[in-house]
């Protein structure tokens, strides 16, 4: 079978790996927007050559509209990347009024996909490369030492030379291969395959065993959930638990991988209890599962001798989660670590260094973001690994080596709503992305060797929907098969001429868009390289508020209608949910506190000033009714000082005093949506389950609401009404959970 062929560019100190997707500055990543890649790649294959503006739009945003202005900030984002190269000057060169021009030394290189390898060193760079000429050549470089033009002339010259390259090379090489070995934490995963090895979407937890031969999925359908076995090699699963009325929250490989750990919430507690989680030990070929521990909320780590195991155990009567550590042989336990369930420890679970001196956690932090931490297993001391970027992070895993651990996070400098898989240095160090381009992580496993990680990747299939509001389920589709996946909510909102402005992925970085009702027009608003999303419209038409995480966090953004004028308004953090007024007068949004640590509602002037806070205790979500008079949200139904999921009500707000009007009994998923009024008197949110979602209306005055949409075997992920109630817009689809292996290539 002839091999598939792969293409490099290289230019200057710089990499371009066309197949992956990715720019390497010597043995460094630079981080590039899919846009700005793709602007880039064009360039490159017209190398010194005039490429029109038309040319770029029409090559990079296929059947997309989008302005100039879109163009020209991705050129200003790869001039921000490139820099300039060693003759001091810009590689793209601005041609004025017709477009632009990349100045460089450009050699492509095209050679099948076994043959090309790159090694990447700070000093030293061995390449084995066919390159594309009538000729074809292997050229062996050492850094900057050779100028392989030169040699062109002169082959003797050239073949002393060239064997005088090797035994530097080799000696270098060598000298930093054995005398100081390259720590995995800077080298594992600079490279990296993706394979898919499952496509029946509905994978919740996946796990590899230690020796990389098997994997662990639990499944997840109609409700059920049930617990699979199978060969990396092999698509075919067995069954090692059978569907059933269940929710498996987590999973662990016994060392030897003949066993498996799942933590199950089986029983429905009564009214006002918590549920608790217990641990159970099952052999991969199958059979009873021996319940081995109670009141477990996580997976477990087990440590390296296998004698001891740790896990999270939250106490929401007590308020506080900890980290607790359990003796196989004799059930003893000890607490590890506490913290107030302010600073909760994350129960997607824990990781034991290979030296079993330490845990790796994750919890939140002071600023509402989270931090992975490391905790001594002899003192219970936590060193903060990385702060202040992480949005969400989880999943930890320590590499072979003990010198850094990955992380599944979505980072305040993304550009997309969606977690991709990090590596964090120990016990310090700047945290390095290695699933560039692969998105929507939602779990991960290391093998023992830590040359690959098995992981659930999540993608949505979706469509844009409008009609009349009188009759949702008979809207249109107006938009299919949308690339979006997002952790948080894009947002989407009427303008009063009826146009629709919503927040997408569509060009691989999350910004505002705008388009007609029938999905014609469309047309790009943002194109900063950070996450826009959920724009609201002033009541005159005039400007557009949008959450933006351009700042390093969530903060209110305002823009005139047309895309122009793009400043920052407040500087409030956590923002979310921004919600106008119907006098136009101010703006409502929910804002992390740091002192209570919950987001609370809070307003600001649309004419500018500083928030004021309106409530007092955690308000997700916020909408202001039309009238102005209430707010309706999500909040808890007492004053705990750490409320959980399971305390939140739909409620409403007085809109002047933030005071409790009215909460309704209804029953909430885990996941909310957002709010949205149709009217004064009646306002619309959804709920999903494994079966698909269904949209209701909820009237002011009335405990009960009713159906408008039920959308069976899809989720509704946003909704919108348009000011005079006629129309109604809407997105639903399907989350397609994929199980992957990522291995790192040498």
């Known amino acids: 079978m002839k091999a598939a062929m792969r293409v490099i560019y290289s230019f200057d100190s710089f990499t371009v790996d066309v197949d992956e997707g990715r720019l390497w500055l010597g043995d460094q990543p630079v981080s590039l927007t899919p846009k700005a890649f793709d602007t880039l790649l064009v360039l490159l294959e017209n190398n010194g050559n005039l490429v029109n503006k038309d040319t770029l739009l029409d090559e990079v945003w296929k059947d997309t509209f989008v302005e100039e202005s879109t163009l020209a900030q991705n050129i200003s984002t790869l001039r921000k990347a490139l820099g300039t190269g060693l003759d001091g000057r810009q590689f793209i060169e601005t041609i004025p009024r017709r477009g632009y021009r990349f100045n460089g ?47 062109q002339s002169n082959a003797v010259k050239f073949a002393v030379f060239l064997l005088l390259a090797i035994f ?3 000696g270098v090489y060598a000298a930093f291969r054995y005398a100081r070995p390259t720590k995995m934490s800077a080298s594992a995963f600079s490279n990296i395959s993706v394979k898919k090895l499952t496509s029946d979407g509905d994978i919740a937890i996946v796990r590899v065993t230690p020796d990389g031969k098997f994997i662990a999925m639990v499944e997840r359908r109609n409700g059920l959930y049930s617990l699979l076995l199978r060969q ?3 698509s075919t699963s067995i069954e090692v ?140 001391k936590q060193t903060v690994l990385t702060s202040g970027i992480w949005q969400w992070i989880g999943f930890p895993a320590w590499l072979a080596d003990g010198s850094g651990i990955l992380v599944a996070a979505y980072s305040n400098a993304s550009h997309t709503q969606t977690d991709e898989i990090w590596e964090v240095p120990f016990p310090e160090g700047e945290p390095r992305r290695i699933s560039d381009g692969t998105n929507g992580i939602m779990g991960l496993s290391l093998t023992s060797d830590s040359k690959s990680v098995v992981a659930v990747r999540s993608q949505l ?10 009759d949702p389920a008979k809207a249109v589709r107006i938009k299919s098969n949308l690339p979006d996946h997002n952790f948080g909510f894009p947002g989407a909102f009427w303008t009063r001429d009826g146009r629709v402005v919503f927040g997408s992925s569509l060009n691989g970085n999350a910004d505002i868009w705008v388009m007609d009702a029938d999905g014609t027009h469309l047309k790009q608003l943002t194109s900063d390289p950070s996450v826009d999303s959920q724009p609201v419209i002033s009541s005159d038409g005039a400007y557009i508020f949008f959450v933006s995480n351009r700042s390093g966090n969530r903060s209110l953004w305002r823009m005139r209608s047309d895309g122009s004028e793009q400043v920052q308004f407040a500087d409030d953090a956590g923002v979310s949910s921004p919600s106008i007024s119907s006098n136009g007068a101010e703006i409502f949004f929910s804002a992390f ?21 309106i409530s007092s205790s955690a308000t997700l979500l916020p909408a202001v009714s039309p009238d102005g008079k209430y707010i309706a949200c999500y909040s808890p139904s007492s004053k705990a000082a750490s409320p959980t999921a399971a305390d939140l009500r739909l409620t409403l707000l007085a809109a002047d005093t933030g005071q ?87």
């Not at 299939?461 to 009188?470: P, R």
């Not at 209570?596 to 002037?605: A, D, Q």
């Not at 008197?681 to 079966?691: D, I, L, R």
Request: no cysteine; proline share 5%.
């Open 232 to 234: 990396v090699d092999n």
């Open 105 to 151: 030394d450009v050699r492509k290189i095209v050679g099948e996909d076994e043959v090309v390898v790159v090694r990447r060193s700070v000093r030293t760079s061995i390449s084995t490369e066919r390159v594309e000429s009538p000729e074809a050549s292997i050229d062996i470089r050492a850094g900057d030492l050779v100028d392989y033009r030169f040699f």
């Open 593 to 613: 506190d740091t002192k209570s640590r919950l987001p609370l509602l809070r307003k600001i002037p649309l004419a500018g000033g500083q928030s004021a806070q």
């Open 241 to 380: 638990l059978p569907a059933a009325e269940r929710r498996i929250a987590g999973l662990a490989f016994a060392p030897d991988g003949k066993d498996i750990f799942y933590t199950s919430y089986e029983e429905k507690p009564a009214p006002g209890q918590p549920q608790v989680g217990k641990l159970f030990r099952v052999s991969t070929l199958g059979g009873p599962a021996k319940l081995i521990a109670s009141d477990v909320d996580s997976s477990i780590a087990i440590s390296p001798d296998g004698h001891n195991f740790a896990f999270v155990r939250n106490y929401p009567a007590d308020g506080h989660s900890s980290v607790i550590i359990r003796s196989f042989g004799d059930e003893t336990e000890r607490e590890l670590a506490s913290e107030s369930l302010r600073y909760a420890f994350s129960t997607t679970g824990l990781s034991w260094s290979p030296d079993g001196k330490s845990i790796a956690a994750v919890r939140q932090m002071d600023d509402g973001r989270m931090a992975a931490v490391s905790i001594g297993v002899d003192d219970g």
């Open 168 to 170: 530097v090379v080799v």
């Open 461 to 470: 299939v979706s469509g844009f929907w409008a009609g009349n509001a009188d």
């Open 660 to 746: 409790v009007w009215k909460q309704f009994t209804t029953n909430l998923p885990e996941k909310l949506s957002p709010i949205i009024w149709i009217d004064n008197e009646n306002f619309a949110y959804s709920t999903s389950t494994s079966e698909g979602s269904r949209l209701w209306k909820q009237p002011v005055g009335k405990d009960e609401a009713a159906v408008m949409l039920d959308s069976q075997g899809e989720n509704i992920l946003r909704f919108a009404w348009s000011p005079d109630g006629s129309k109604v817009f809407y997105e639903k689809g399907t989350a397609i959970n994929d199980v992957v292996l990522i291995s790192s290539v040498e």
